[in-house]
């Protein structure tokens, strides 16, 4: 709410300025003269526009996603209700965590849900009340394509029966030492990394690029452990 109203607040000082010489008066005519002749008027009208953007349209993004949000959310076993969308789990075919945004991405069978959920009560609870539904019935359809020896795509990597491939290169599951998820922070942003070990190396996968990415790790989890 802040940014929102600095970003208001910005924009009506930018408005002010440039509408001033056409006689338009939202402010005092000589507060806005001396607003241009301080030391900062000329950023103001090259980088107000811009920041007012910027304010708005991320810093403020928050307000945004809380007012559109579903008023009410539901989670069962059969499915998730959101106001008066219905999503059954056995129609999700799949699941992106966004760590950065604190967010989770539904793309089902009627399109494509994502859920903010800081917006919520107990968002951890949410979050792995969502993950226990989706990831249980993905990881038994990825069990059977891989048994069928069909790939399964993951964003950059493919699975099959054989091991995992990544740039056509193949890690067999004797390469494979271990997997896990790593959060990251860089200047402030927070990410989360799924990092792989293999024939000796870490490799680190954006985990909001991996397609289903919680259903991979379960999947090399067992695999790794069985």
Known sequence: MYWFLAGLALLYVEAAALLDPLGVPLLPHQMVQDVLRSGFGFYLLLLGIPCCIWVLGWRARDLFAWL??????????????????????????????????????????????????????????????????????????????????????????????????????????????????????????????????????ARKFDEAKVINAPVLLAYLSGRLAG
């Open 68 to 201: 559109l949000a579903p008023h009410t959310l539901t989670v069962d076993d059969e499915g998730l209700r959101a106001d008066g969308t219905r999503i059954r789990w056995r129609d999700v075919r799949e699941i992106i965590e966004q760590h950065a945004n604190d967010r989770v991405i539904l793309r089902h069978s009627g399109g494509t849900l994502r859920l903010r959920l800081d917006l919520w009560s107990d968002p951890d609870v949410l979050h792995e009340a969502v993950l226990e539904q989706v990831v249980s019935r993905l990881l038994e359809r990825v069990s059977h394509q891989v048994s069928e020896g069909k790939p399964v795509r993951f964003g950059p990597l493919v699975l099959g029966d054989l091991g995992l491939i990544h740039r056509g290169k193949l890690w067999r599951w004797d390469d494979i030492e271990s997997i896990r998820l790593q959060d990251e922070v860089d200047q402030g942003y927070a990410s989360r990394d799924l990092v792989i070990v293999a024939q000796g190396k």
